[in-house]
């Protein structure tokens, strides 16, 4: 670590140097600026607060007082703010620019949800509040439930699981316990190969052995290999639709008339729900059970792990097994809170508890306001307009890459297209890469698994034609140098603070904390250098 200089300035950041046209002195390229952890700028010996010494001299903390310096490093307001800033504008982001990442839906997040949201009322309230306070709240639950069950065409909903991972969990639970009702202990489950990490995953920590179901030469589920494997021992198939291909699955209702007659439930992935929405309903399929991604068909943000909202929809047979809590609505027009103690008579086969309260109460209060506002018409032109856009950008690149399943018919939400045609050597990360260099966020790469080199496009309905335009301009710009051999993608991203990084590595062993670096005896430690 370099010591300070005259000014306290040190230039921590490891691409600071000496400027020679490349490189700039300070590491900023033009107004993107570099920016050093908090530990590396903060100093323990200054801050932004200046709060009166405590009088430690009477308190209940008996041998707990701390005795040494807590290390945090300080910041003045300015440089706190600068710095945060700084972080965040080292993000890509929906209100940025276009996001085109597969099975994701990064669709615009309208502002009017927010507005909901932070209303004291809904903001405010405490899970443990008596019930007779929060009706306001419990009521923006049930009618947000009510809605799901009335656009999936499902009879019940459980609320509470906070993500599409943690509603197929619930959803595959629902069907163990289900069985075990029946006393018809099953063991597999069924994924078609094409599936999100997640069905397998989740089926798996369930109990469950997975097996695959193949796909066929038009990129959907094999219907006749399903029904050949269906047997006593199969508790039910985990099936995305519209499916991870980009493609509705036209089999689904003779998927589940089969499934139902071998003795199985149907699982539906319903991260997809977006291009589907007021046009299918899951239970005219004979969907059991299907988790609904609030943060993606529901416009409530996510990326960066969150917080997301999966609530599942349940059919007639499966309700009962559904997870506490749940709400009930009565003829007075209350509502009362169906918990453990009270669930005994009233729901005596729910498999339990997979959340401490309610669900993601942010996030219902951002899906009712997105649901209303759109009206159910409104839904129905966002199912439309998502598989518009996407099917402009799949029509409008087919000669520039190649579309595996191009002859399959229009696809949904999404646009799949594959590796094959680039000049050897040149691959779908070298194109993801050259799209950073052009102000994009890579789109879903090498996903889904059944196609080579894939590249899985979800432009959502928020993106204009103009913005399309621009982004097929792009694409088509790298196609051709990923087809033709230049040389030049290998090295991208050129333009981008940091440019190839091993993402393996960072990825296999990431290094979560910071610690001092070492420094050569006789040199001060960075805490003795004073900070700027
Ligand atoms: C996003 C997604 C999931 C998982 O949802 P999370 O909310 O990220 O847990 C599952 N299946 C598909 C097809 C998805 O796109």
Same mark, same amino acid.
């Given at each position: 670590?370099?010591?300070?200089?005259?000014?306290?300035?040190?230039?921590?950041?490891?691409?600071?140097?000496?400027?020679?046209?490349?490189?700039?002195?300070?590491?900023?390229?033009?107004?993107?600026?570099?920016?050093?952890?908090?530990?590396?700028?903060?100093?323990?010996?200054?801050?932004?607060? &200046?709060?009166?010494?405590?009088?430690?001299?009477?308190?209940?903390?008996?041998?707990?007082?701390? &005795?040494?310096?807590?290390?945090?490093?300080?910041?003045?307001?300015?440089?706190?703010?600068?710095?945060?800033?700084?972080?965040?504008?080292?993000?890509?982001?929906? &209100?940025?620019?276009?996001?085109?990442?597969?099975?994701?839906?990064?669709?615009?997040?309208?502002?009017?949800?927010?507005?909901?949201?932070?209303?004291?009322?809904?903001?405010?309230?405490?899970?443990?509040?008596?019930?007779?306070?929060?009706?306001?709240?419990?009521?923006?639950?049930?009618?947000?439930?009510?809605?799901?069950?009335?656009?999936?065409?499902?009879?019940?909903?459980?609320?509470?699981?906070?993500?599409?991972?943690?509603?197929?969990?619930?959803?595959?639970?629902?069907?163990?316990?289900?069985?075990?009702?029946?006393?018809?202990?099953?063991?597999?489950?069924?994924?078609?190969?094409?599936?999100?990490?997640?069905?397998?995953?989740?089926?798996?920590?369930?109990?469950?052995?997975?097996?695959?179901?193949?796909?066929?030469?038009?990129?959907?589920?094999?219907?006749?290999?399903?029904?050949?494997?269906?047997?006593?021992?199969?508790?039910?198939?985990?099936?995305?639709?519209?499916?991870?291909?980009?493609?509705? $699955?036209?089999?689904?209702?003779?998927?589940?008339?089969?499934?139902?007659?071998?003795?199985?439930?149907?699982?539906?992935?319903?991260?997809?729900?977006?291009?589907?929405?007021?046009?299918?309903?899951?239970?005219?399929?004979?969907?059991?059970?299907?988790?609904?991604?609030?943060?993606?068909?529901?416009?409530?943000?996510?990326?960066?792990?969150?917080?997301?909202?999966?609530?599942?929809?349940?059919?007639?047979?499966?309700?009962?097994?559904?997870?506490?809590?749940?709400?009930?609505?009565?003829?007075?027009?209350?509502?009362?809170?169906?918990? $453990?103690?009270?669930?005994?008579?009233?729901?005596?086969?729910?498999?339990?508890?997979?959340?401490?309260?309610?669900?993601?109460?942010?996030?219902?209060?951002?899906?009712?306001?997105?649901?209303?506002?759109?009206?159910?018409?409104?839904?129905?032109?966002?199912?439309? &307009?998502?598989?518009?856009?996407?099917?402009?950008?799949?029509?409008?690149? $087919?000669?520039?890459?190649?579309?595996?399943?191009?002859?399959?018919?229009?696809?949904?939400? $999404?646009?799949?297209?594959?590796?094959?045609?680039?000049?050897?050597?040149?691959?779908?990360?070298?194109?993801?890469?050259?799209?950073?260099?052009?102000?994009?966020?890579?789109?879903?790469?090498?996903?889904?698994?059944?196609?080579?080199?894939?590249?899985?496009?979800?432009?959502?309905?928020?993106?204009?034609?103009?913005?399309?335009?621009?982004?097929?301009?792009?694409?088509?710009?790298?196609?051709?140098?990923?087809?033709?051999?230049?040389?030049?993608?290998?090295?991208?991203?050129?333009?981008?603070?940091?440019?190839?990084?091993?993402?393996?590595?960072?990825?296999?062993?990431?290094?979560?904390?910071?610690?001092?670096?070492?420094?050569?005896?006789?040199?001060?430690?960075?805490?003795?250098?004073?900070?700027?």
């Amino acid at each position: 670590m370099n010591a300070p200089n005259q000014s306290g300035w040190k230039p921590t950041s490891p691409v600071a140097g000496t400027a020679d046209g490349a490189n700039t002195v300070t590491g900023n390229k033009a107004l993107m600026l570099e920016e050093p952890l908090i530990f590396e700028i903060g100093n323990c010996e200054t801050t932004g607060v &200046d709060l009166p010494e405590p009088d430690l001299s009477s308190n209940r903390l008996g041998g707990f007082v701390r &005795d040494a310096e807590i290390g945090l490093p300080g910041l003045s307001e300015p440089e706190a703010v600068r710095h945060y800033t700084r972080l965040s504008r080292q993000n890509y982001a929906i &209100d940025l620019g276009l996001f085109p990442l597969g099975s994701c839906t990064m669709k615009h997040n309208p502002r009017v949800n927010e507005k909901v949201a932070r209303m004291p009322g809904f903001a405010d309230v405490h899970p443990l509040q008596p019930v007779d306070t929060v009706q306001g709240a419990l009521g923006v639950i049930n009618e947000l439930a009510q809605w799901l069950c009335k656009l999936t065409g499902m009879p019940g909903v459980a609320m509470t699981p906070k993500a599409g991972a943690h509603g197929e969990l619930c959803g595959i639970l629902c069907i163990r316990a289900a069985l075990e009702a029946k006393g018809d202990a099953r063991e597999v489950i069924l994924v078609p190969e094409s599936a999100h990490g997640t069905n397998p995953a989740t089926a798996a920590f369930a109990g469950y052995r997975v097996e695959n179901i193949p796909a066929t030469a038009e990129g959907r589920v094999d219907l006749a290999a399903l029904k050949a494997r269906l047997g006593p021992d199969v508790a039910g198939v985990m099936i995305t639709n519209p499916n991870t291909c980009g493609l509705f $699955e036209r089999d689904m209702k003779a998927i589940s008339d089969a499934v139902h007659a071998a003795g199985g439930y149907v699982y539906c992935d319903g991260a997809n729900f977006n291009a589907i929405v007021g046009r299918v309903r899951p239970g005219d399929l004979g969907v059991d059970a299907m988790h609904i991604n609030l943060h993606k068909t529901f416009s409530t943000p996510h990326g960066g792990g969150g917080p997301g909202s999966g609530p599942v929809v349940l059919s007639e047979a499966l309700c009962p097994y559904g997870p506490l809590p749940f709400s009930e609505f009565h003829a007075d027009g209350t509502l009362t809170l169906v918990e $453990e103690e009270t669930a005994g008579e009233r729901h005596p086969h729910s498999f339990g508890r997979m959340s401490a309260f309610h669900g993601q109460m942010g996030m219902f209060t951002r899906a009712l306001a997105y649901i209303l506002s759109h009206g159910a018409d409104g839904l129905r032109q966002v199912a439309g &307009d998502a598989v518009l856009n996407a099917n402009y950008i799949l029509r409008s690149l $087919e000669d520039a890459l190649d579309a595996p399943f191009g002859a399959s018919g229009p696809c949904m939400h $999404e646009a799949l297209f594959s590796d094959k045609g680039f000049a050897e050597g040149m691959t779908t990360l070298d194109l993801a890469k050259g799209l950073i260099d052009e102000g994009y966020h890579p789109m879903t790469m090498y996903f889904p698994l059944v196609v080579h080199g894939a590249m899985l496009i979800e432009p959502t309905e928020t993106e204009s034609k103009a913005g399309l335009d621009q982004f097929i301009a792009a694409l088509r710009s790298l196609a051709e140098r990923a087809r033709a051999g230049d040389e030049t993608l290998k090295a991208a991203p050129i333009h981008a603070p940091r440019r190839r990084l091993d993402e393996t590595l960072a990825a296999r062993k990431p290094v979560l904390t910071w610690s001092e670096p070492e420094v050569a005896p006789g040199e001060p430690s960075l805490s003795e250098q004073g900070g700027s």
